[in-house]
């Protein structure tokens, strides 16, 4: 099963957190982040990602269920 992924743009402060550790998942476009694909296998570093965004821009889900970030 494939993991979504979400960039929440009206959050994103274009810190390049997720772009500097997942550079396969996310780039910045101008002044916010944007995933390159919609959806990707499970990887633990999306999730280190969601986790390292200091705006909680990025939402990681797998089935409509919300894994990341994690509390």
Do not use: N, Y
């Not at 998942?25 to 694909?37: I, M, N, R, S």
């Not at 390292?52 to 797998?62: G, H, K, M, V, Y």
């Amino acid at each position: 099963m494939s993991w979504k992924i979400d960039v929440d743009a009206g959050k994103c402060i274009g810190s390049g957190m997720c772009a500097g550790l997942a550079p396969q998942w996310f780039v910045l476009d101008g002044e916010h982040a944007v995933a390159t694909t919609a959806e990707a296998d499970p990887a633990e570093v999306l999730l280190d990602a969601a986790d390292s965004c200091p705006a909680t821009a990025i939402t990681i889900t797998d089935g409509g269920l919300e894994i990341g970030p994690r509390p």
